[in-house]
């Protein structure tokens, strides 16, 4: 059975060293609201193109990271202030784990950070650059959905409360005031508006008479 004097038991001499060989990687601060004790095993080596290689030191004979080992794995960014998992922006299939890769932890850190190039960055890079696109992607839709809904707002002359987006800002939905003959709300997408309008008959036949006309350009 390994011992405290098989392996390194604080990560943190050990992460300095391995991104001292990895081209354009430097150890980065871990993120605000990690256990304080999670330095000693823990440790983040952040490229100045964005990728992040993330490493945890086994300690145990239990977690993701075996006695002795030292697991690593990619961060592929956040989108609207949310970690991307690739498997739900459509990077790798749902049933597909993350690459991640474990290697001894009694290797030198120059062999570490090979190991690291040949087994991991090869896998995990093009990854990451998909999830960066679908980020940026998406943020360019919450503009527009905001940018439509305004823009639908003022057009009805209504007040800056009655838009509403949703949870992470893809969609918006603009409430009408309601009155005796109208109501109802306008839900915008980045590409779609959909109406949900309940009306007098005549202020109905008006709108069909609009629809009608949309339809024929």
């Not at 000693?40 to 080992?69: M, S, W």
């Not at 290697?103 to 093009?126: D, Q, V």
């Not at 998406?138 to 940018?147: G, H, I, L, S, T």
């Not at 959909?194 to 629809?211: E, Q, R, W, Y």
Request: aromatic letters at 8%; proline letters at 6%.
């Amino acid at each position: 059975m390994s011992n405290a004097a098989d392996y390194p038991t604080d990560i943190r001499p050990l992460a300095k060293a391995i991104a001292e060989h990895l081209d354009g990687f430097e150890v980065k601060a871990l993120p605000n609201g990690w256990d304080k004790d999670a330095e000693k095993t823990r440790a983040r080596l952040v490229h100045k193109d964005g990728r992040v290689i993330g490493l945890i030191l086994g300690t145990t004979r239990y977690g993701r990271a075996p006695e002795g080992k030292l697991h690593v794995y990619g961060e592929y960014g956040t989108d609207n202030g949310q970690p991307v998992q690739p498997q739900e922006v459509g990077a790798i299939r749902y049933n597909e784990s993350a690459p991640a890769i474990n290697i001894s932890a009694k290797k030198s850190p120059n062999r570490i950070a090979r190991e690291i190039e040949r087994r991991f960055l090869g896998e995990y890079t093009p990854i990451w650059q998909y999830c960066q696109e679908k980020i940026c992607q998406y943020a360019e839709q919450r503009e527009v959905v905001a940018r439509r809904a305004e823009e639908i707002r003022l057009a009805l002359g209504l007040e800056p409360p009655s838009v509403r987006l949703n949870y992470d800002k893809s969609q918006a939905t603009i409430y009408l005031p309601y009155r005796e003959d109208r109501r109802g709300s306008i839900e915008v997408g980045p590409t779609w508006v959909s109406f949900d309008l309940s009306t007098g008959p005549d202020a109905g036949l008006s709108l069909a008479k609009a629809i009608a006309g949309l339809t024929r350009e």
